[in-house]
Nanobody, 115 residues
Framework: QVHLVESGGGSVQSGGSLRLSCGVD????????MGWYRQAPGKQRELVAS???????DYADSVQGRFSISRDNAQNTVALQMHTLKPADTAIYYC?????????WGPGTQVTVTV
């Protein structure tokens, strides 16, 4: 069974930055893709950013240019660097690892952006 652990959430003022990290207990190249979803209160979970095994990255339009996803192959971690945070970015952020059609999720980490 795959285990993911997120870290780096917290509270920050609008315009600030946070860095999330996700560690997996396997080689990250075992997965087709890894990345982050988020879910705000009363809203559906949405894809924020992903990175596939080939290194291609994808971002939600709402975070394009502000967020950056990267991976550390040696540490088996994926990071999400978030800049120019807005109150609309407030959500629980979930790391995922996808193999074919199956995804594993981390427990989530809260990100709160205050005005």
């Amino acid at each position: 069974q795959v285990h993911l652990v997120e870290s780096g959430g917290g509270s920050v003022q609008s315009g600030g930055s946070l860095r999330l990290s996700c560690g997996v207990d396997r080689n990250i190249f075992d997965f087709n893709a890894m990345g982050w979803y988020r879910q705000a209160p009363g809203k559906q979970r949405e894809l924020v950013a992903s990175i596939n095994v080939g290194g291609r990255t994808d971002y939600a339009d709402s975070v394009q240019g502000r967020f950056s996803i990267s991976r550390d192959n040696a540490q088996n971690t994926v990071a999400l660097q978030m800049h120019t945070l807005k109150p609309a970015d407030t959500a629980i952020y979930y790391c995922f690892a996808r193999l074919l059609r199956s995804s594993t999720w981390g427990p989530g980490t809260q990100v709160t952006v205050t005005v």
